[in-house]
Each structure stands twice: as C-alpha cells, then as structure tokens.
C-alpha cells in the first residue's frame, strides 16, 4: 500500500488520504478521525469542532493583561527601591519580568496573525517565516530562558541564605551569568533562524533544537536542585547553632521550612504547570495532532487547560517572586505607589473586620447581660 493514487482515481475531501490497495486493485479515502464517508465527505457527529484559535487568541489576550499587572508591579518595585535593585536577585528578575512581557507579546502577535490572515495580507511562505521567528523560536526561547533565570533567582537566594548575606554584596555573577545564557541561546538559535525552523528535513537543526531545549531545561533543574542543598545545609547549621524547639528536629525543621518556603514557590509552580501538559502530550497517538479538530467536549476542556497552564508562571511574575518574599514585600509597601495603595485598602479592610468584630462581641455581651437579669429577675 502507498500514499499515491491515480490521477483519473477518486478524489478525498476534508484533508483525507488516497490510498491505494495494490493486492486488490483499488482506491479507498483514509479518512482523519473527524470525517467518514467513501471521500470523507461526513462529519462525525458524535464528536465536537472547535476553534482552537479564536479560543487561544482570547487567552492570549487575558495572558497579556494579567502579565502587564504582574510584570508591571515587579518593574515598578526595583525602579523605586535601588537597594534591591543593586542585588544579583533583583538584576535576574528585572530580566525575568521584561522577557516574560516581551514573549506573551509575540505570542499574541502570532495569534492574531493566525486569525486575521487576509486583513493582515500576509502570504504562505512569509507566514512560516513569521511564525517561526516570533512563536517557535522568539516565544519558546523567551520561556526558557525565563525557567533559567528563576533557577537562577533561587540559587542566589540560598547563597545569601547560607553564607548570611555575604555573596550578595557585588552583580559581577549576575552579569557575567546573563552573557553566558544569552550566549548560549544566540547560538543554539541563529541556525534555526536562517533555516526558518526546517528542522524536519534537515537533522542538525534538530539536534540544535534538541539541544538547545535539554541544555536549558536540565541546566534549570540542576541549579534548583543546588539552591535546595544550600538552603538545606543552612538549616543544619542554624539547627546547630541555636539548637532544635522541644527537642524536635522535625517540628524545628519544619518551621525554617515554612520560614523560607517563598524559595520553593517557583520551581513548585513551574512542575505543577507543566507535568499535565507533558503528561497529555506524551500519551497521545503518534498519528493525531494533540488537539485535533474533532475531539469530546470534556477532553477538549482538560487539553486545553494543561496547554494554557504551562504558560502561567511565566506571566504571574509578582505572585511567584515577591508576594510569597516578606522583605520583598516590605519594600513593597514603603517604596511604590501600589504598594502604598494596596497598603490603605487592606487597612481599611482590617479597620472594617475588627469593627465588625467588635460590634458582635458588644452584642454578645449585651445579650449575655440581659439573660443574666432574668435569671436574677427570676
């Protein structure tokens, strides 16, 4: 059996294959798992079409809003708090925060393009190009690097943690790191962008994609995992030095884990987003797309959630990095417009719940007084 017919043979619709039948002498449609029909002229109707990229382009859209809020509080906190700002830290999440912005950028740039194609008169060939430059390799390279970065993040953090502050007097590691990753990335990526990402026909291309997603991804790891032992061996010395709370090891572990549990948040974000997606993706048949266009109503959702949610810790910059970190929060609250107003509503709020309590306890009391008087009435 091959994949050619005759041309005086039948004609397939709706994306179908002819097929030949040698030992038979005849031609039949092979048909994708949304059609049937001798030329897949049927819809199956048991199943439902989506528009995945009036879907995405929306999600896109709300991505973006949401990254400009995070990103923009982040940006906003080390332009006003130059202390921070001075740091290894703050000079990887700067860095952090405008690639996240730019990639879900080029993300909806290249949605948009997908869905508004002929008001765009952009043709076949310069989309490819276009949508290699901005989404296969601008977007895709952006996230990595942002993976990287937050490893990064956390490993200055338990320096600081471990030697108390002593390796974060200077941003010559910073920046002599950044060059590096940059480095590795401009080289992993050029390549791919003279082919315009043709790695399907020529192989080192796809090795240097390979490569260039492997290399980061296992290089991110590997710098989590050596934040984790310095902030490991900080709890043993601190342990040692101050000594365990009634004589529990666990109980005082536990409570230096809480204590600086704002490291972790990161590298827990980024395995709990992107372990559904990898375990949907993986498990797929080999012959269907991973979102093919006729699929049930409740896989479509569940797909579709494990495919966005691989994208969220890169746009809730502020959620991951400073919220759960109390001195970032601090100066967050002393050093920024936002902070400050954000700081007058929570006060308002407490000011409004204890008055609410207060309320209530004085008509506990008031209650509890008037059956005490009956009783004595009585």
Same mark, same amino acid.
């Given at each position: 059996m091959v994949d050619s017919c005759h041309p005086n043979s039948l004609k397939c619709l709706n994306n179908g294959v002819c097929i030949v039948n040698i030992s038979l002498n005849t031609t @039949? $449609?092979? $048909?994708?798992?949304?059609?049937?029909? /001798?030329? =897949?002229?049927?819809?199956?109707? *048991?199943?439902?079409?989506?528009?995945?990229?009036?879907?995405?382009?929306?999600?896109?859209? *709300?991505?973006?809003?949401? &990254?400009?809020?995070?990103?923009?509080?982040?940006?906003?906190?080390?332009?006003?708090?130059? +202390? *921070? +700002? %001075?740091?290894? =830290?703050? /000079? @990887?999440?700067?860095?952090? &925060? /405008?690639? &996240?912005?730019?990639?879900?950028?080029?993300?909806?740039? %290249?949605?948009?393009?997908?869905?508004?194609?002929?008001?765009?008169?952009?043709?076949? %060939?310069?989309?490819?190009v276009f949508r290699c430059y901005l989404a296969k390799v601008g977007y895709h390279a952006f996230a990595v690097l942002c993976i990287v970065l937050s490893s990064c993040i956390a490993f200055e953090r338990g320096l600081i943690i471990c030697f108390e502050g002593k390796m974060n007097a200077s941003r010559w590691r910073s920046c002599a790191t950044i060059i590096i990753i940059f480095g590795i990335a401009v080289g992993s990526a050029t390549p791919i962008l003279v082919y315009t990402c043709s790695w399907d026909s020529i192989p080192y291309l796809r090795i240097a994609r390979s490569f260039f997603n492997y290399f980061y991804i296992a290089a991110g790891i590997a710098v989590y995992l050596l934040a984790t032992v310095l902030v490991l061996i900080s709890f043993t010395r601190r342990i040692r030095r101050y000594g365990m709370e009634s004589g529990s090891y666990i109980k005082t572990f536990l409570k230096l884990l809480y204590t600086h549990l704002f490291i972790f948040v990161p590298p827990i974000a980024y395995g709990i987003s992107q372990i559904p997606f990898t375990i949907a993706y993986h498990t797929k048949y080999q012959e269907d797309t991973y979102l093919q266009c006729g699929i049930s109503t409740g896989e479509y959702i569940i797909k579709m959630l494990a495919e966005v949610l691989t994208g969220v810790p890169i746009g809730v910059t502020w959620l991951l990095f400073v919220y759960p970190s109390r001195v970032y929060m601090t100066e967050f609250y002393l050093n920024t417009w936002s902070g400050q107003c954000l700081a007058k509503i929570l006060l308002l709020f407490k000011s409004y719940n204890d008055r609410e309590e207060s309320n209530d306890l004085s008509t506990t009391n008031f209650i509890n007084n008037e059956h005490d008087n009956k009783q004595l009435t009585v």
């Amino acid at each position: 059996m091959v994949d050619s017919c005759h041309p005086n043979s039948l004609k397939c619709l709706n994306n179908g294959v002819c097929i030949v039948n040698i030992s038979l002498n005849t031609t @039949y $449609c092979q $048909c994708d798992s949304c059609h049937k029909g /001798i030329l =897949c002229e049927a819809h199956i109707r *048991i199943q439902t079409q989506f528009d995945t990229t009036y879907v995405f382009l929306i999600i896109y859209i *709300i991505g973006l809003c949401l &990254s400009i809020l995070n990103n923009g509080l982040v940006l906003e906190l080390f332009i006003s708090c130059r +202390r *921070i +700002r %001075n740091t290894n =830290c703050g /000079i @990887y999440l700067m860095l952090y &925060s /405008i690639l &996240s912005l730019v990639s879900i950028i080029l993300l909806l740039v %290249n949605e948009a393009v997908r869905y508004y194609p002929n008001q765009l008169t952009i043709g076949s %060939n310069r989309y490819v190009v276009f949508r290699c430059y901005l989404a296969k390799v601008g977007y895709h390279a952006f996230a990595v690097l942002c993976i990287v970065l937050s490893s990064c993040i956390a490993f200055e953090r338990g320096l600081i943690i471990c030697f108390e502050g002593k390796m974060n007097a200077s941003r010559w590691r910073s920046c002599a790191t950044i060059i590096i990753i940059f480095g590795i990335a401009v080289g992993s990526a050029t390549p791919i962008l003279v082919y315009t990402c043709s790695w399907d026909s020529i192989p080192y291309l796809r090795i240097a994609r390979s490569f260039f997603n492997y290399f980061y991804i296992a290089a991110g790891i590997a710098v989590y995992l050596l934040a984790t032992v310095l902030v490991l061996i900080s709890f043993t010395r601190r342990i040692r030095r101050y000594g365990m709370e009634s004589g529990s090891y666990i109980k005082t572990f536990l409570k230096l884990l809480y204590t600086h549990l704002f490291i972790f948040v990161p590298p827990i974000a980024y395995g709990i987003s992107q372990i559904p997606f990898t375990i949907a993706y993986h498990t797929k048949y080999q012959e269907d797309t991973y979102l093919q266009c006729g699929i049930s109503t409740g896989e479509y959702i569940i797909k579709m959630l494990a495919e966005v949610l691989t994208g969220v810790p890169i746009g809730v910059t502020w959620l991951l990095f400073v919220y759960p970190s109390r001195v970032y929060m601090t100066e967050f609250y002393l050093n920024t417009w936002s902070g400050q107003c954000l700081a007058k509503i929570l006060l308002l709020f407490k000011s409004y719940n204890d008055r609410e309590e207060s309320n209530d306890l004085s008509t506990t009391n008031f209650i509890n007084n008037e059956h005490d008087n009956k009783q004595l009435t009585v």
